[in-house]
């Protein structure tokens, strides 16, 4: 461990941490189907901007999409330039931001602890947390948005000492806006926390504060401007109404049913962290425990976590991709909750260390994989609906295509080249040919009249979907 208190040490500790962390991000990153629901839509947004070439205005069927900001899909569409169109290009830019989120941590438990080795460890730690690897190797916004949250906390801590990286506070600030809306505002949190931990406002007074406030707005303004002077408010309704106050009263997604749910998801998908996270929580409890520059720093990272996590709760769509920016604080905090246990426990402490870190090597490929359960099953229905959406492209999908009882066919949609899929409602087959697509084992239960089933010819079956072909 001494040894990597040195520069020379610390650089190659460094070295050795971002391969590793490559290696996790981008092994077979092109190779699994993309996934219902986020991903599927995602890439058919940039496949339909990309026909459009009027990339200011993100398109997705047809229609301006107003969901999310535009920076992942741009990312994307140059990524796919770069790569060429397909799978692996455009889950790399937030694999990237993956690893760059596993550097922003190491930076930002350095300028905590100033120890070198401590902050190896947290990067590690992060590494080795199942659920930001899972979410770090999809079409996704949240590991890209975590990472600006992460860069800007640092680069406030780091302003305390020179006030210039204040002006990088709104920049990361900024561009997590540009990649998931409100959502990049949340690197006020730990900030507040550590004013209020602190009693030090000073920073408000700081003049590059200011200056920064002033760039965050430069960046932010261009695009949000054209988006209000092309669509006017039905821009704003769609962008802010319906997808952040609609989300939060009102659950216009699946995922999950409660807060239960969070707390399941997070206990198997960043195991051990989060339990190392609660412990510690606990501890603080004890005003001893409490006291101190680590003390207070653990109290921030306590309360940024926690506050993510109500907020989150308290709203009624649920998603667990939702949690993503809890991680590195739950990370930076396990490692110097770790780091003050080993100094207490001596060789007991170290043995702890080793074990921690065996389970969440073990914990992180089976959930960053999907080779957990329900993440395996979420991946095998992708896959199957990948193979039907090619059938249907190389069908040249001539017949209208319905889905029964069956509510997610982005993925089929995105694989068939854009084709539109409309749900069949039981009852309703009416007289016109049409392609059809329902699970297996509803297929099994003969759910339509004898007749009606007599006049379906499977064209694909699997173990999960099958596609079948309804000629009257």
């Not at 802010?240 to 609609?246: I, S």
């Not at 960053?368 to 991946?379: D, I, T, V, Y």
């Amino acid at each position: 461990m001494r040894s990597l208190e040195n520069r020379t040490g610390f650089l190659f500790g460094l070295l050795i941490l971002l391969f590793a962390s490559a290696l996790f991000f981008l092994f077979d990153l092109g190779q699994p189907a993309l996934l219902d629901y986020d991903e599927a839509i995602y890439a058919q947004v940039i496949a339909d901007t990309g026909v459009s070439a009027n990339f200011p205005v993100l398109m997705y069927g047809g229609e301006p999409f107003f969901d999310k900001p535009p920076l992942a899909y741009w990312l994307a569409m140059l990524s796919e330039r770069l790569w060429g169109a397909g799978e692996f290009a455009l889950r790399f830019p937030a694999a990237i931001f993956g690893i760059l989120g596993i550097l922003a941590t190491v930076l930002l438990t350095l300028e905590l602890t100033g120890r070198k080795s401590v902050a190896l460890l947290g990067g590690v730690v992060l590494l080795t947390t199942g659920a930001f690897l899972e979410a770090g190797r999809q079409l996704r916004l949240d590991v890209p948005v975590t990472t600006c949250i992460v860069f800007a906390y640092y680069a406030f801590l780091r302003g305390r000492k020179d006030t210039r990286w204040y002006l990088l506070v709104g920049v990361f600030v900024a561009l997590g806006i540009l990649f998931k809306s409100i959502i990049g505002f949340f690197a006020l949190i730990p900030i507040l926390a550590y004013s209020i931990v602190e009693r030090d406002f000073s920073w408000l007074r700081q003049r590059d504060t200011w200056f920064g406030v002033l760039l965050s707005i430069l960046i932010i303004l261009p695009w949000h401007l054209h988006e209000t002077l092309h669509f006017g408010s039905a821009f704003w309704q769609s962008y802010l109404f319906h997808h952040v106050f609609e989300r939060f009263e009102s659950a216009i997604l699946g995922g999950a049913s409660s807060n239960w749910e969070y707390v399941k998801y997070s206990l198997l998908y960043t195991f051990p962290w989060i339990l190392t996270f609660l412990i510690g929580c606990l501890g603080l409890f004890s005003r001893k425990n409490r006291a101190g520059e680590t003390g207070k720093t653990l109290l921030v990272l306590a309360f940024t976590v926690i506050t993510i996590y109500v907020l989150f709760g308290i709203a009624r769509t649920k998603l667990f991709y939702y949690l993503v920016p809890t991680m590195p604080f739950v990370a930076v905090f396990s490692t110097l909750y770790l780091e003050r246990t080993r100094n207490r426990m001596g060789t007991y402490g170290n043995a702890l260390i080793v074990i921690l870190l065996l389970a969440g090597l073990v914990s992180a490929p089976y959930v960053g994989f999907n080779k957990e359960f329900h993440l395996a099953r979420n991946q095998a229905v992708a896959e199957e609906e990948r193979r039907i959406g090619l059938v249907l492209k190389n069908a040249g999908t001539p017949s209208e295509i319905k889905a029964f009882d069956y509510d997610y066919w982005d993925t089929i949609r995105y694989y068939s080249g854009g084709t539109h899929v409309t749900s069949l409602k039981e009852g309703t087959v009416g007289t016109e040919p049409f392609l059809l697509v329902m699970s297996s084992a509803l297929y099994a239960t003969s759910p339509f009249s004898k007749k009606t089933m007599e006049h379906l010819t499977p064209l694909y079956k699997g173990d999960l979907l099958v596609l079948l072909s309804f000629a009257p």
